[in-house]
């Protein structure tokens, strides 16, 4: 640094900072006297109460209520849930399918082969052919199923011997 | 520490420090009122950051302060250009009459009118040299210090510094080279 420098750096050294007024001292003053009359007053009128015992049975019973909470929390959960499948199914039932025609058509009879049974008697087997046709309406949309099964019956029939 | 004995230290060490704290706080503003604002205010925001400690209630360093005081400052500013736009009138006779305000102590008539000049030197610097000039000179700090308060890189500091010395130099002694 030069020396016109220097001088420069040693003439502002010489100056000291003009001093504070002194209003705006204590107003600054009183941002710390404040702040300690409130710290004062927490302890001083016993505002903040330590007690150990009592925390910890607190604390204890807290989390015990906390629990029970959750507990019936869930219940109610998953009892809503119930509900919610219940009543799916009830609106479930407005789209079900209602049976509008059902038909049970004859198509026909056929003979088996004669057996003997247990007890020596001889049966024809005579097997009834049915058909049997099923329509049902979604009332909701209109939309049909049409189902056919067919179905036999058998019946066995005694032959006289004698 | 007993909360008495903090707001004792608390005290001591704006008593001491008080000057410079307010020096920069005008380097940084406009006015007088301005700088004792953000003053103000800079030292409530560390006394409330403080008093949530529970340890390392006492006073802070001195960079801290600048640091809070610049930060302050700035956020004084942002609301300094909503309200000049309604108190321009006004607010220029202000400033006029601000501009004739000491920053510094004169005992004498002679070193008064000094005083005065580079009052007004430091004022027509650019504030970023300002800074720098400020911090070192009256807050005493290492240019690492002032390189932390300003957020600037310690070289830069020291390079500011230099301008800042020459620019004063220039205004204060015209006619050397």
């Not at chain 1, 015992?53 to 809503?80: E, Y």
């Not at chain 2, 500091?157 to 080279?177: C, E, H």
Request: aromatic residues 10%; proline residues 4%; charged residues 30%.
């Amino acid at each position: 640094m030069d020396k016109e420098l220097k001088e420069i750096e040693n003439s502002l050294n010489e100056l000291k900072p003009s001093n504070l007024e002194r209003e705006f001292c204590e107003k600054i003053n009183g941002i710390f006297d404040l702040k300690t009359e409130i710290k004062d007053s927490k302890t001083k009128n016993k505002k903040i109460i330590h007690l150990v015992f009592t925390q910890n049975s607190v604390t204890a019973a807290a989390i015990l209520i906390a629990f029970i909470g959750v507990f019936f929390a869930f219940l109610n959960d998953s009892n809503r849930n119930n509900l919610k499948s219940i009543s799916t199914k009830n609106e479930g039932d407005k789209n079900l399918f209602v049976p509008m025609k059902a038909k049970n058509t004859f198509e026909g009879v056929s003979e088996d082969e004669i057996f003997l049974s247990e007890d020596k008697r001889p049966y024809q087997p005579v097997r009834y052919k049915f058909s049997d046709s099923f329509i049902w309406k979604n009332k909701a949309d209109g939309s049909l199923i049409e189902m056919n099964i067919p179905s036999q019956r058998l019946f066995y029939v005694p032959i006289k011997t004698d | 520490m007993t909360n008495d004995n903090l707001a004792t230290d608390w005290k001591k060490w704006f008593h001491d420090n008080g000057t410079r704290l307010l020096l920069f706080a005008r380097s940084k503003t406009n006015n007088e009122q301005d700088a004792q604002d953000v003053l103000q205010e800079a030292i409530l925001r560390l006394w409330k950051s403080y008093s949530n400690k529970t340890e390392g209630f006492s006073p802070p360093q001195l960079p801290l302060a600048f640091t809070a005081i610049r930060n302050t400052a700035i956020d004084h500013a942002r609301k300094s250009i909503r309200r000049q736009a309604r108190e321009q009138h006004s607010d220029q006779v202000f400033r006029e009459s601000e501009q004739l305000l000491n920053w510094f102590e004169s005992s004498s008539i002679i070193k008064k009118e000094r005083a005065e000049e580079i009052t007004k030197a430091l004022k027509k610097l650019p504030e970023k040299f300002r800074d720098v000039i400020s911090l070192k000179i009256w807050g005493e700090l290492t240019f690492l210090e002032i390189s932390k308060t300003l957020n600037i890189p310690a070289n830069t500091a020291a390079s500011r510094y230099r301008y800042a010395l020459d620019a004063l130099r220039k205004t204060l002694k015209p006619n050397t080279l």
